[in-house]
């Protein structure tokens, strides 16, 4: 099955960016999405197709995907961000078809 | 606004089946498909399956064949899961999840979850 490795945990400061990477076997060839939950709460879709935002998502949040790496960019973090991210891609030929990365824990110093 | 709700929180013993229903509002049921995701306490996100709402068309995880089954009601706009032969490490909250019809891409909005719970 298709693996997604993202690092354990991300520090950052207010009003810094943060970078949460997804790394995967030849990812740019796919489409990427990432999640935000935060404790106690379902997840919240908040980058699709690498690098749109839905309504609603602030414009600090962005992404991209090219290689072997996709990456989850968050500008100007907010105390607010403080939650777990995930990436999820879908792969027909991978059993199971829809994957998550382990999820990134981002602390906001 | 496009809402998923979710039934409220089962104990179930081990051997014993759960049943989840994820009921749909705001949009229309049939022009998309329903995947369903779960999270074992402080862990990951697991995809364990996708319906179309369209068609019925089905697909689950290959670890959670022969014990899962997903269903819908297009009159009620319902989704459901069921999953048999409870065992401990099935203890996780469920989620229901938008996708569309063909079951690829994102998942938006999720309900807000069920938990379950198999205890002896």
């Known amino acids: 099955s298709y693996v997604l490795t993202q690092p354990p945990s991300v520090s950052v400061a207010p009003g810094k960016t943060a970078r949460i990477t997804c790394g995967g076997n030849?990812?740019?060839?796919?489409?990427v999405h990432w999640y935000q939950q935060k404790p106690g709460q379902a997840p919240v879709l908040v980058i699709y197709y690498d690098s749109d935002r839905p309504s609603g998502i602030p414009e600090r949040f962005s992404g991209s995907n090219s290689g072997n790496t996709a990456t989850l960019t968050i500008s100007r973090v907010e105390a607010g961000d403080e939650a777990d991210y995930y990436c999820q891609v879908w792969d027909s030929s991978s059993d199971p078809h829809v994957v998550f990365g382990g999820g990134t824990k981002l602390t906001v110093l | 606004q496009v809402q998923l709700v979710q039934s409220g929180a089962e104990v179930k013993k081990p051997g014993a089946s759960v049943k989840v229903s994820c009921k749909a509002s705001?949009?229309?049921?049939?022009?998309?498909?329903i995947s369903w995701v779960r999270q074992a306490p402080g862990q990951g996100l697991e995809w364990m399956g996708w319906i179309s709402a369209y068609n019925g068309n089905t697909n689950y995880a290959q670890k959670l064949q022969g014990r899962v089954t997903m269903t819908t009601d297009t009159s009620t706009s319902t989704a459901y899961m069921e999953l048999r032969s409870l065992r401990s490490d099935d203890t996780a909250v469920y989620y229901c999840?938008?996708?569309?019809?063909?079951?690829?891409?994102?998942?938006?909005?999720w309900g807000q979850g069920t938990l379950v719970t198999v205890s002896s």
């Open positions: 705001g949009y229309t049921f049939t022009s998309y498909g």
């Open positions: 999840a938008r996708v569309s019809r063909d079951g690829e891409g994102w998942f938006d909005p």
């Open positions: 030849n990812i740019g060839s796919k489409s």
